[in-house]
């Protein structure tokens, strides 16, 4: 085999934002810059010569063309076995299903999440370790140093693998396996969750419509909701992975799924309702003309995963990302497990999930997972939920009243303001750090600040620190405002102000929240002088 070093020269921009290196596709595009990034991954590994790279993707444009280079590039550097996906598609918790079943070194996933795709859309990759998590910030650090020093990269010369058809091939040492990329993941699917209980649901006439966004989710959604759940033929919804997604914006959220809350809000409304993202790994839920917030859902995941066989003897404690609403501590409290706050970010719960910490984690971000993978499952999330509407036949608004009830309702909303430029976001972002350590005592829209700081992170496991990851200020325990930056654009910024409040008064658990907010949504402009820096005073969208 011809294995070739070709020269080239380091871009300066190939940063690791949350969750991988995202950008557009004509910045993918320029010369070199994917192989570039992806030798540089290889380059700050160690010993994987001969060992497996599993190569996920979620089908977005790009993908197909990224998946070849990739191969060549890992054939060159030696890898003794690539699994990809037929067709290149193999979602994000599948890959890191793969990853572990088949003891893998390592995977690569062609991915920007829920991010836009098509040809004016974003492209990224990611990289999870041999247990199936995303690549800890000491790691993706050495890939960003590295990428700016890079001068070669290796690439083997031989053709195009075919990923159409599933088969098994031997490239100058390599073997390739093209595999179905649903079967493994189903089947452990099956392991975790009452399959039986979940198909009598579905055979007593319940509803659902899950939405795969024309995503990676439509194959797997497929297979396991209509063909072994039983669930009636059109139950899953834009189906079929598509490069652009058939234009729509794969996040699964009040504003970008709104067919889907039109749809639960309408009439002649299926009983349950979900979506998943771009890759798979985000989940939404809704009732009959209900939806439920992110936060609650983990509190109520919380609730009941005891209840799951699969977790018996497995059950350490949860955590959940700083900015998510603190309604799943009440449940941890209650239920005796210890409760973690990381920064925001996949990677800052691997450690604790490596470590056995933790059992359950989730964000305010449509994202939530367990010990079962190292990544967060839409689907997971999503037959999670079914099995607790099997096991206590309860409809999701009647799941999230009996929380509420219990430990009262911690109303939770995040204001997104799209579009700023980068340099005036970090601006405002370091005026307000400025301001913090003045603002205790204070008095915002009417309310004295209890504290007020700065969320810096130790990993409780490894040490490591993060710092700066989000404005915190606390009204009382359970009002606070935070507000950070997004590390997920492939552009300018995205400035995200979350906000909380805790109602014990189940006589105000109907007003919306943007009448409870309405105090803390006047401070958190106050205090980021929003008008300063967008273009409009509201929110390009809320969650
Ligand atoms: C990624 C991360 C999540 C994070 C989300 C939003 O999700 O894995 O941990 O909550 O981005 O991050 P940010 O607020 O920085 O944009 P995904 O689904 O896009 O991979």
Redesign the pocket.
Known sequence: MDIKAIQTKPYLDQNM????LRRKVSVFRQPNYLENFIQAIFDSLEGFEGKTLVIGGDGRFFGAEAAQTIIKIAVANRFGRIIIGQNGLLS?PATSYVIRKYHAFGGLILSA???PGGPDGDFGIKYDNAAGG?APPVLTDKFVARSKTIDRYWIANMPDIDLSAIRSLEVDGTTIDVIDPVSDYVSYMQEIFDFKAIRRLFSSGFRMTYDAMNAVTGPYACRIFEDLLGAPKGTVIHEKPLPDFGGLHPEPNLTYAKHLVDLMYGEHVPDFAAAS?G?G??YMILGRHFFVNPCDSLAILAEYIDTLPFYHGRMYGIAR?MPTAPSVDLVAENKGYHCYQTP???KFFGSLLEADKITLCG?E?F?AGSSHLNE?DGLWAVLFWLNILANTGKTPEELCRDLWRRYGRIYAICHNYMGLESEKAAQMMSKLTEKVPHLTGQIIADMPVREAFVFNYTDPVTDEVAQNQGICIYFDQYTRIVI?L????SSGA?L?IYMNKLVLDAKQFDVVPAEIMADLIQAARLLTDIKEYATNENPTFVT
């Open positions: 934002g949350t969750s991988g994000t999440s829920h991010n995303a993202d890759d790994d985000r990302s925001t970010g996949w964000e971000s994202g967060k950070r997004s590390g997920t654009d995205t995200r």
